[in-house]
C-alpha cells in the first residue's frame, strides 16, 4: 500500500529543457513533503521542500509546487543540466500526531538530461 | 565536515552469520534513522531514534536491533542474516523533528548468500 507514488520510473529530457518530475500521495495527514536527489553510490542529498501551508517553493533552478486538493506535487528543473541526472525521491510526513519524523519515500524516478 | 559516516561500504554475509553496521554522525544531532533500500523501491525505515537511549521500531524492525548508547554513534545489529536482508542500508540524522530534512551517509551494500 503505497502512500507516496512517483508512477514515472524514469524521465529523459535535453539539456536547457525543463524536467517535471510528479508525485502523488494518499495519505490526507502528510503535510510536509521533500524532494531528494541521490548519484550511484551515494545517499540522498535534500534538495527542496514545501510545507502544507504554501503552493510553491523555489530554491534556484528548483522549484516544487503543491496542489493538496489532488494530492499531487511536482518538481521543476529550469533549465536541465546534465549533472541533474540523478534518481529523485519525493518524500512526506505528517508533522502532526508525533509522527513527524517518519517520512514516506517513493520508489524514484531516474532523470537523464541529455547533453 | 564528515556528517554521516557508514562502515563498511559493502559486506558479503552467509546466511546464519551476524554483524553490526555502524554509523556516526558528527553534526550534533538528536534524531537518526537507518533505512533500508531494494532494488526499484524507496526508502523504508528499519529503526530510529530521537536521542541517546531512546530508540523505536520503524515500518521493517524484523530481523534487525539497534542501541544509542552515544548521541553520535547508532549502530544497527543484523543476527541471523537472511538472503531478505540483502539490501542497501543507509544511516540519516536530523536536527530536529518536523521540518527538518534528512541528511543521509553514503550507505553500505549488504548480500547475504
Known amino acids: 500500500d503505497q502512500q507516496v507514488k512517483q508512477n514515472s520510473p524514469s524521465l529523459s529530457v535535453q539539456e536547457g529543457r525543463i524536467s517535471i518530475l510528479n508525485c502523488d500521495y494518499t495519505n490526507s495527514m502528510f503535510d510536509y513533503f521533500l524532494w531528494y536527489k541521490k548519484y550511484p553510490a551515494e545517499g540522498p542529498t535534500f534538495l527542496i521542500s514545501?510545507?502544507?501551508?504554501?503552493d510553491k517553493n523555489e530554491d534556484g533552478r528548483f522549484t516544487v509546487f503543491l496542489n493538496k486538493s489532488a494530492k499531487h506535487l511536482s518538481l521543476h528543473i529550469v533549465p536541465s543540466q546534465p549533472g541533474d541526472s540523478a534518481v529523485y525521491f519525493c518524500?512526506?510526513?505528517?508533522?502532526?500526531?508525533?509522527?513527524?519524523?517518519?517520512?514516506?519515500f517513493g520508489k524514484g524516478t531516474l532523470l537523464t538530461v541529455n547533453p | 565536515n564528515a556528517g554521516v559516516t557508514q562502515t563498511p561500504k559493502f559486506r558479503i554475509l552467509k546466511i546464519g552469520q551476524s554483524m553490526t553496521l555502524q554509523c556516526t554522525q558528527d553534526?550534533?544531532?538528536?534524531?537518526m534513522y537507518w533505512y533500508r533500500q531494494d532494488p526499484g523501491m524507496g526508502l523504508k525505515l528499519i529503526y530510529y531514534?530521537?536521542?541517546?537511549?531512546?530508540?523505536d521500531k520503524g515500518e521493517v524492525p524484523n530481523g534487525y536491533n539497534v542501541s544509542r548508547s552515544t548521541t553520535e554513534d547508532f549502530p544497527l545489529r543484523l543476527e541471523l542474516a537472511a538472503p531478505s536482508q540483502t539490501s542497501v542500508y543507509f544511516c540519516?540524522?536530523?536536527?530536529?523533528?518536523?521540518?527538518?530534512?534528512?541528511?543521509f551517509g553514503n550507505g553500505t551494500r549488504l548480500t547475504v548468500t
Open positions: 531514534s530521537v536521542g541517546a537511549g531512546i530508540t
Open positions: 540519516a540524522s536530523s536536527r530536529r523533528q518536523g521540518e527538518s530534512p534528512l541528511h
Open positions: 514545501i510545507s502544507s501551508i504554501k
Open positions: 518524500a512526506a510526513s505528517g508533522l502532526r500526531g508525533g509522527s513527524n519524523y517518519k517520512l514516506t
Open positions: 553534526m550534533n544531532h538528536n534524531y
